[in-house]
């Protein structure tokens, strides 16, 4: 008996058949956990993710541009919060977190700041995400957090001082065909529609019953163009301010004319816009100017007095843009020009010099941090006209078209800001010129800014 006893002791001590189950039913446990952790740490991952899209669309969206906040920041005179922007950024997550479920929302934080020309907005929050199997190993939730920070940079306000030539070679037809009507139609081959107040039969008049287009017209519907793409441009209603400057309504009283005051009214600087006219002149050997008509240094000296210096872009403190359209020939005295001529009408006492912009004439504004946008209406080449030949030419090559190597060009585009300079020749048109750099002009405000 005893030895039939020790033999199944022994076997049974002996025996592994049964381990696998033992050693299965142990190791179940953690194998358990471990896929119940992964499984917890899934769901808490993807319950984040949905809650950190609900921020970012909440930061994005609280500052976009038709935003209240951003409406908001456009009038604040100073940097802070914007309460209107964060009950925006709440409302935002709320919204895009509504169908989310499985979790507690412990915290959600808005903030949208100003701060100079910078609107930020961040949201950041946190949540508790109930767990199943990590509740086995005393791990009842688990807590995300996460925070979406967006910025947007707010339209700079801009106060533009539009300085528009139009002293009388602005009169010359507006295309080679106007120039080939008038020159066809007049006696001495006359381009120009010279407004001569002392002949009722001037040209400038001729220039109307042929139906021919002047320079002058053309600049006139491209500056009313120019204010309807800038309300078509801005962000806020008050957002550009324009001025209208012309070289005065006649030679009896030349130099800097307000055809409309600063103000951000753009209807009614178009409706000024349509003042715009050739200057009027007295005749040959003029009684007031001596037909010195273009007289840049006195025009520029006085719109440089009158700018004040820019600030950073804040509707407190608008950018300032001289926006300065010419065909870039002065004519006025000038004792230092190589080609001097003489009025004999004064006795050879008036030095008259018909001559390239002094590009050294825009130097003070741009010194005062004042941009310089130039519009080049390239001169055009009058062969049939001896005088435009003898004295406007030898600047103007090469003749017609564009023409960056003509002495006239270069001086232009040195007045002008860096990047900040277009000429448009008879074949363009000069309300596209003006609205494209109208907008080069913002876009640089912005990059500057």
């Known amino acids: 008996m005893r030895t039939a006893l020790r033999t199944l002791i022994r076997r049974f001590t002996c025996n592994r058949r049964g381990n696998v189950a033992v050693i299965f039913a142990l190791s179940c446990v953690p194998l358990i956990t471990a896929v119940g952790c992964a499984i917890d740490y899934s769901r808490a991952t993807q319950t984040r993710a949905k809650l950190q899209a609900a921020a970012d669309a909440a930061s994005v969206g609280s500052i976009s541009k038709a935003s209240p906040a951003f409406a908001a920041a456009g009038t604040m005179t100073s940097d802070g919060s914007i309460p209107v922007g964060v009950t925006d950024a709440q409302n935002i997550f709320d919204a895009n977190r509504a169908n989310l479920t499985g979790y507690t929302l412990n915290s959600v934080t808005p903030a949208v700041v100003k701060s100079g020309s910078t609107v930020t907005a961040t949201v950041t929050f946190s949540a508790n995400i109930n767990t199943m199997f990590l509740g086995l190993i005393g791990k009842t939730a688990l807590t995300v957090t996460g925070t979406s920070t967006s910025t947007a940079n707010m339209p700079l306000y801009i106060d533009f001082y539009l300085l528009l030539d139009n002293s009388p070679s602005m009169g010359v037809g507006a295309t080679p065909a106007d120039v080939s009507t008038m020159v066809s139609n007049t006696s001495d081959k ?26 002058i ?204 300079y277009f000429e448009v020749s008879p074949t363009q048109g000069i309300s596209d010129a003006m609205n494209a750099l109208f907008k080069k002009a913002v876009a640089d405000a912005r990059i500057a800014g």
């Open 190 to 215: 006359c381009a120009f529609a010279c407004h001569d107040y002392n002949n009722a039969n001037n040209y400038y008049n001729l220039a109307k019953t042929l139906g021919v287009t002047t320079r």
């Open 217 to 420: 017209d053309v600049l006139r519907s491209a500056t009313q163009s120019l204010m309807d793409t800038a309300a078509a441009t801005e962000t806020y209603s008050n957002q550009f301010r324009m001025a209208i400057y012309d070289f005065g309504a006649s030679s009896k009283t030349i130099g800097l004319r307000a055809l409309f005051s600063l103000s951000s009214s753009l209807s009614s600087a178009k409706t000024a816009a349509g003042n715009i006219d050739l200057m009027g002149v007295y005749g040959n050997n003029d009684a007031y100017t001596a037909d010195k008509d273009t007289q840049f240094g006195k025009v520029f000296p006085a719109i440089t007095s009158l700018i004040p210096a820019p600030g950073s872009g804040t509707s407190s403190a608008p950018l300032k843009y001289l926006f300065f359209v010419s065909d870039g020939v002065a004519d006025e005295s000038n004792a230092a020009c190589s080609k001097t001529m003489y009025n004999s009408h004064w006795g050879n006492i008036s030095p008259r010099c018909q001559s390239p912009l002094d590009a050294t004439l825009c130097d003070t504004l741009k010194k005062n941090h004042v941009k310089i946008a130039v519009l080049y209406t390239t001169y055009l080449q009058l062969k049939d006209n001896q005088w435009y030949m003898d004295w406007i030419d030898p600047f103007n090559q090469p003749p017609f078209g564009p023409s960056p190597n003509s002495e006239i060009a270069k001086n232009m585009q040195a007045c002008a800001s860096p990047g900040l």
